[in-house]
Protein backbone atom coordinates (compact mmCIF):
# COMPACT_ATOMS: atom_id res chain seq x y z
CA UNK A 1 0.00 0.00 0.00
CA UNK A 2 1.35 3.70 -1.32
CA UNK A 3 1.55 6.21 1.50
CA UNK A 4 0.73 9.43 1.53
CA UNK A 5 1.47 12.37 3.57
CA UNK A 6 -1.44 15.20 3.39
CA UNK A 7 -0.86 18.67 4.69
CA UNK A 8 -1.48 22.07 4.92
CA UNK A 9 1.10 24.64 4.83
CA UNK A 10 0.77 28.85 5.41
CA UNK A 11 4.02 29.69 6.09
CA UNK A 12 5.83 26.19 5.07
CA UNK A 13 7.05 24.71 8.24
CA UNK A 14 4.12 21.85 7.13
CA UNK A 15 5.85 21.31 4.02
CA UNK A 16 9.41 20.96 5.66
CA UNK A 17 8.13 18.40 7.27
CA UNK A 18 5.84 16.52 5.21
CA UNK A 19 8.68 16.81 2.97
CA UNK A 20 11.29 14.96 5.53
CA UNK A 21 8.27 12.61 7.04
CA UNK A 22 7.55 11.38 3.08
CA UNK A 23 11.29 11.11 2.67
CA UNK A 24 11.61 8.62 5.33
CA UNK A 25 8.93 6.52 4.13
CA UNK A 26 8.99 6.77 0.87
CA UNK A 27 5.93 8.45 0.58
CA UNK A 28 4.32 10.78 -1.89
CA UNK A 29 2.77 14.31 -0.38
CA UNK A 30 -0.36 15.98 -1.25
CA UNK A 31 -0.69 20.09 0.24
CA UNK A 32 -4.34 21.23 1.34
CA UNK A 33 -4.80 24.94 -0.45
CA UNK A 34 -8.04 26.77 1.03
CA UNK A 35 -10.20 28.27 -1.59
CA UNK A 36 -9.42 31.68 0.22
CA UNK A 37 -6.53 33.04 1.66
CA UNK A 38 -5.87 33.27 5.48
CA UNK A 39 -4.70 36.00 7.63
CA UNK A 40 -0.34 35.53 7.09
CA UNK A 41 -0.12 36.87 10.92
CA UNK A 42 -1.15 37.27 14.58
CA UNK A 43 -4.10 35.69 16.15
CA UNK A 44 -6.02 35.04 12.71
CA UNK A 45 -3.17 32.99 11.45
CA UNK A 46 -3.97 30.55 13.87
CA UNK A 47 -7.66 30.59 14.94
CA UNK A 48 -8.20 30.59 11.19
CA UNK A 49 -6.10 28.51 9.07
CA UNK A 50 -5.21 25.80 11.87
CA UNK A 51 -8.89 25.48 12.12
CA UNK A 52 -10.47 25.30 8.91
CA UNK A 53 -7.20 22.66 8.61
CA UNK A 54 -8.67 20.31 10.97
CA UNK A 55 -12.27 20.46 9.14
CA UNK A 56 -10.50 19.80 6.13
CA UNK A 57 -8.54 16.82 7.30
CA UNK A 58 -11.83 15.66 9.20
CA UNK A 59 -13.66 15.71 5.53
CA UNK A 60 -10.37 13.99 3.74
CA UNK A 61 -11.09 10.65 6.74
CA UNK A 62 -14.77 10.63 5.85
CA UNK A 63 -14.01 10.99 1.98
CA UNK A 64 -11.19 8.24 2.57
CA UNK A 65 -13.76 5.93 4.62
CA UNK A 66 -10.58 6.23 7.61
CA UNK A 67 -11.77 5.69 11.27
CA UNK A 68 -10.11 6.21 14.37
CA UNK A 69 -7.17 8.42 14.69
CA UNK A 70 -4.44 9.27 12.23
CA UNK A 71 -0.61 10.07 13.32
CA UNK A 72 -0.27 13.38 13.66
CA UNK A 73 3.04 15.82 14.53
CA UNK A 74 3.50 18.86 16.26
CA UNK A 75 6.65 20.94 16.01
CA UNK A 76 6.70 24.82 16.58
CA UNK A 77 8.42 26.81 13.57
CA UNK A 78 10.67 23.87 12.80
CA UNK A 79 11.31 25.25 9.76
CA UNK A 80 12.52 28.71 10.99
CA UNK A 81 13.86 27.03 14.46
CA UNK A 82 15.46 23.97 13.34
CA UNK A 83 16.67 22.02 16.22
CA UNK A 84 18.22 18.39 16.24
CA UNK A 85 15.30 17.55 19.03
CA UNK A 86 12.95 17.90 15.57
CA UNK A 87 14.75 15.76 13.82
CA UNK A 88 14.52 13.31 16.05
CA UNK A 89 10.47 13.77 16.85
CA UNK A 90 10.11 13.04 13.03
CA UNK A 91 12.25 9.86 12.69
CA UNK A 92 10.36 8.71 16.17
CA UNK A 93 7.34 9.72 14.30
CA UNK A 94 7.72 7.82 11.13
CA UNK A 95 9.14 4.71 12.98
CA UNK A 96 6.07 4.18 14.43
CA UNK A 97 4.16 4.44 11.20
CA UNK A 98 6.28 1.60 10.06
Known amino acids: MK ?3 VYYSQSGN ?4 AERIAAALS ?3 LRLVPK ?10 YFFGGGSAEKT ?3 LKALL ?3 GD ?3 LWLVEPKQKQ ?13 KLI
Do not use: H
Not at 36 to 45: D, E, T
Not at 83 to 95: G, Q
Open 65 to 67: GVS
Open 36 to 45: KAYPARGFGK
Open 57 to 59: FAA
Open 70 to 72: VPS
Open 3 to 5: TLV
Open 27 to 29: ADT
Open 83 to 95: KPENEKAIEEFCR
Open 14 to 17: AQWM
